[in-house]
């Protein structure tokens, strides 16, 4: 980042256009420490009181409409079904969990009456179990009282395999009682050093008793309120058209005094990315524009003289390539991608180690996404103490060919590898979204270089990451050779993140491919480090543990990290959202407002 651009942040922020916190995120996305940060404003004498109003509310309503733009457009309603973030993220908009993560990855609490703590009692020494706490007077949007049922039902819906829920690994294995009316404890089987996932954060929304009990287990999709929710958010349900608008009413019973501040909700689906920022940062017919993947020129270019800005938010997101190990163009009992085949080239690690040295990702970095993301060789980039500083990366067409050469794979007459009759060509796919493609474009150049044939293949988002199981190009299918797209890390502790390279997650026909394995690779010894990160309490060796897991996966050439995504919104200039790289966009709706 130039100097001249940093002192026109430092004047935005003196005059209150930009925050100190929007600041500080803008610097973490071009690497700058928030320390530094910190330390250049208080060198240009920006005190804190001069940053943007803070919301004190004498009485809930009165902000109008509040339009918000999910381009990657939602299908269901149902967090717990949620495969891609822009079903949770619409999901929250009336649901909410016990507590949710902050910017600084703090616990603040929401459903509950307080964070559990050693110091309270209600986290055991031991690590075996946590006592959570329920606000009273909470009701559903249906009048009903929220209780402690509540919580030991939806602890009972998710854990069930045969609901088939994508949370099923933060609830299988964990018992919780009902202490009293507004008390639940959870118990572990052993130690749990990371107590705060069930119930917490996006895989934490409680479900209504009522309304989804008769609904459990394999009747799990034929509930109404799939897609017809009831929940305890800021908004009540009034209509949805998947794919398309979702709207919502201000709740007037809401549990938070004075919020929310807005009387209506739209939330508008469908599109591409550009059209969205333009939508808010240009012209300013919508307020929040989620999930911002558009080159960072372009953005620079509308946030010249527009209606909105771009916020960067530092996350612990990943922009990354998997490869495919199985075979997805056999079908087996009714599947393809089963883990009874085997992919017949992509099991060589050759050709692997090939393709991860055929990504340019300084390229992808400087010239598509700048403010977005930044390249690595890591699946886990975030918080400091989990990253592994044992990955490198290297871009060398060179090196790629030599390393083919060696393992016997020959160019044909058609300039195609081979060997025993099989070639080096792939199917590559991703969502349709620009820097998307001219990411794959980027990539095909290398390995044609190289003698490897990229079929790119580009499925609108809304299908990609759809939670459809009767459509064969969900990302969660895997039917291609290998994919690409971002997966989010919901929370500041990788242990949920990390259940995408166990065996017990794999996606298939069975759990209706909601499992969270989509590479259908397995290790024992990933398996067997995360079972111990799960119940080491320390901290250290939980760390290591998590670590090691990444290695495997990333030296296997199984996932390929391309970028470590900052997560990127475009938000009106008058509004103040409250955002964090922890947790969902939406995580904190209710406290949204529109400066006076």
């Known amino acids: 980042m130039k100097e001249t651009e940093i002192r026109g942040m430092v004047a935005d922020v003196k005059e209150g256009k930009l925050s100190r916190r929007d600041f500080v995120n803008r610097m973490l996305a071009v690497g700058v420490t928030a320390p530094m940060s910190w330390h250049i404003l208080d060198f240009h004498g920006v005190a804190q009181a001069q940053s943007l109003p803070r919301y004190t509310p004498t009485k809930a309503g009165g902000g109008g409409p509040l339009k918000i733009l999910l381009w990657q457009a939602p299908t269901l309603l149902n967090p717990h079904f949620a495969i891609g973030t822009k079903d949770q993220e619409a999901s929250r908009v009336f649901y909410e969990p016990l507590a949710g993560w902050d910017t600084d990855g703090n616990l603040v609490p929401i459903l509950a009456a307080e964070i559990p703590s050693r110091e309270k009692g209600t986290v055991s020494a031991d690590g075996l179990s946590v006592t959570w706490k329920l606000k009273a007077g909470v009701k559903w949007h249906d009048g009903k009282p929220l209780t402690a049922d509540d919580l030991i039902f939806t602890w009972q819906y998710a854990g069930d395999p045969a609901t088939a829920a994508t949370t099923i690994g933060t609830y299988q294995n964990i018992k919780v009682e009902k202490v009293d009316d507004l008390t639940v404890k959870i118990t572990f089987p052993q130690p749990t050093p990371f107590w705060a996932d069930a119930y917490v954060g996006a895989a934490g929304m409680v479900l209504p008793k009522h309304v989804f009990e008769q609904f459990k287990g394999a009747a799990s999709r034929d509930a109404p309120a799939n897609l017809k929710p009831v929940g305890t958010g800021p908004y009540k349900f009034v209509d949805f058209k998947p794919g398309d608008m979702l709207r919502g009413e201000r709740n007037t019973e809401y549990h938070i005094a004075n919020q929310p501040f807005f009387d209506t909700l739209e939330v508008k689906g469908g599109g591409d990315a550009v059209s969205a920022a333009r939508a808010v940062i240009q012209t300013g017919e919508f307020d929040y524009a989620w999930n911002m993947q558009v080159e960072d020129e372009i953005l620079l270019r509308m946030e ?10 530092a996350s612990g997101n990943i922009e990354f390539i998997m490869l495919n190990v199985t075979d997805p163009w056999t079908e087996v009992d009714g599947e393809r991608s089963s883990v009874k085949t085997k992919h017949p080239t992509l099991t060589d690690p050759a050709v692997r180690q090939a393709i991860n040295l055929l990504i340019d990702r300084d390229s992808v970095e400087k010239f598509i996404y700048g403010r977005g993301g930044k390249a690595t060789a890591n699946f886990v980039n975030a918080p400091a103490k989990f990253t592994s500083p044992n990955m490198k990366y290297e871009f060398n067409v060179d090196k790629a060919n030599k390393i083919l ?10 300039g195609i590898r081979a060997k025993d009759g099989k070639k080096l060509k792939f199917v590559y796919q991703t969502s349709i979204n620009a820097p998307r493609q001219k990411t794959q474009a980027i990539i095909k150049q290398a390995a044609q270089r190289a003698g490897i044939d990229l079929e790119l293949k580009s499925v609108t988002a809304s299908v990609f990451f759809s939670s459809d199981v009767a459509n064969p190009d969900t990302y969660s299918k895997f039917y291609c050779d290998m994919q690409m797209y971002t997966t989010t890390m919901l929370q500041p502790d990788p242990e949920r993140f ?12 069975e759990n209706k491919w909601q499992g969270r394995n989509i590479t259908r690779f397995t290790s024992k010894e990933a398996d067997d480090a995360f079972k111990e990160a799960q119940n080491s309490l320390d901290p250290a060796r939980r760390a290591a543990l998590f670590i090691r897991m990444n290695d495997i996966f990333c030296s296997e050439n199984i996932l390929l990290p391309v970028l470590a995504r900052t997560r990127m919104a475009a938000s009106s200039n008058r509004l103040t959202p409250t955002l964090s790289g922890w947790d969902l966009d939406l995580w904190l709706l209710n406290a949204w407002f529109r400066p006076s």
């Open 304 to 313: 010249r003289g527009g209606r909105g800005k771009a916020i960067p938010v």
């Open 405 to 414: 050469d060696d393992a016997g794979w020959v160019r044909g007459s058609d």
């Open 498 to 509: 990390l259940l995408q390279l166990v065996s017990w997650e794999i996606a298939n026909k």
